[in-house]
């Protein structure tokens, strides 16, 4: 049996035999899966609503025990939730060297973790915002019960985004808005803390495997990898509009040491 069709139906296997959450948490986590263009099993954790502490379990549980071929992206639209809930998530996305899209939707409060873990990160037409973190059952009426708080709530977040190779100073930031506000980041906002980009020594190592499996140098790589990114991306390629497969084609003739239209006319 071809490979590719084997590993398919252990996954369809896999998606009917176990379903890790229930009913009441359904509206807020899915999980899509399938086989990506090469034919590879590829699970989508989706999360949209409020972000909770079994939704983490849930995630958790499913690709704990997901087929060990498939790769994992995230999808999120959630205006946030439970803080160290969507730390574990984030933490999960790194685990899994998942990208962490968010395409047409939100990602506020706390969600804005989930997509900091992200390997590499995809924004289309998203509102990010932030606020300060606050704890939604609140006890705490003093001054100084509110700063030992938020020192651990500082500690807790700073440590995590030196992990995931996000600036602190997204922490910083942060902590100058209110809760019952929300600070909606612009596109230079985002690459300075670096949420709109790849994490950069995950990109740095992909450029290495790249560059071994075209038997080309690192240096000769990155100079091959501008030229494919200034030509191939337009809408269209030696006169002919562009499609996913000819942008693929184009950028793969370059790497090659090729003219960039064999083949594509």
């Excluded at 071809?2 to 996954?11: D, E, Q, S, V």
């Excluded at 369809?12 to 086989?35: G, H, K, N, R």
């Excluded at 990208?99 to 990010?128: E, K, P």
């Excluded at 290495?208 to 030229?227: D, V």
Aim: hydrophobic letters at 35%.
């Amino acid at each position: 049996m071809n490979n590719k069709y084997a590993l398919l139906i252990i996954f369809l296997i896999f998606i009917s035999t176990f379903s890790p959450y229930t009913e009441s948490s359904y509206a807020d986590v899915a999980f899509e899966c399938l086989l990506d263009t090469d034919g590879q099993p590829k699970v989508i954790v989706k999360i949209t609503g409020q972000i909770t502490e079994y939704d983490y379990l849930s995630i958790n549980k499913f690709l704990n025990n997901k087929v060990e071929e498939a790769y994992v992206d995230f999808d999120v639209d959630s205006l946030g939730g439970d803080v160290e809930a969507a730390i574990n998530i984030g933490r999960l996305a790194r685990k899994y060297n998942a990208s962490v899209s968010s395409i047409y939707g939100t990602c506020a409060s706390s969600c804005v973790f989930i997509l900091a873990g992200g390997v590499s990160r995809h924004l289309l037409s998203s509102t990010i915002g932030i606020h300060r973190p606050f704890l939604p059952k609140d006890n705490e009426t003093t001054i100084q019960g509110q700063k030992k708080q938020q020192k651990r709530w500082e500690s807790i977040i700073r440590e995590y985004l030196k992990y995931v190779n996000i600036s602190t100073d997204l922490y910083d930031d942060m902590f100058r808005i209110e809760p019952s506000d929300i600070k909606i980041l612009t596109t230079a906002e985002l690459e300075r803390y670096g949420l709109n980009k790849p994490d950069p020594y995950w990109q740095d190592a992909q450029d290495t495997i790249s560059a071994n499996n075209y038997g080309l140098t690192k240096q000769e790589y990155i100079k091959r990898k501008a030229t494919a990114n200034s030509i191939c991306f337009s809408t269209s390629i030696g006169g002919v509009k562009n499609t996913l497969q000819i942008t693929s084609k184009c950028v793969d003739n370059i790497l090659n040491g090729l003219d960039p239209l064999i083949g594509i006319h």
